[in-house]
């Protein structure tokens, strides 16, 4: 699946806040997403990102 900047997905995991939605805003070799609960910006690498990423 193709991943665009400003995309929601879900988590498998939840974040310690309890949210499990964030908002991708950098693609690259890195994903750069913010927490939509507490706001909290991650960097990932990209395999690890895919991976964390809950299928539709």
């Known amino acids: 699946m193709e991943y665009n900047i400003g995309d929601i997905v ?3 995991k ?3 806040c ?3 939605r ?3 805003i950098r693609v ?3 994903f750069k997403f913010k927490c939509l ?3 909290h910006i ?3 690498e990209r395999p690890k990102a895919l991976k964390m ?3 539709k």
Request: hydrophobic share 30%; net charge positive.
């Open 18 to 20: 309890g949210s499990n």
């Open 22 to 24: 964030w908002q991708i």
């Open 53 to 55: 990423i809950k299928k």
């Open 42 to 44: 991650i960097t990932v």
């Open 37 to 39: 609960g507490c706001e």
């Open 10 to 12: 879900e988590m498998k």
């Open 28 to 30: 690259g070799v890195d």
């Open 14 to 16: 939840k974040h310690p």
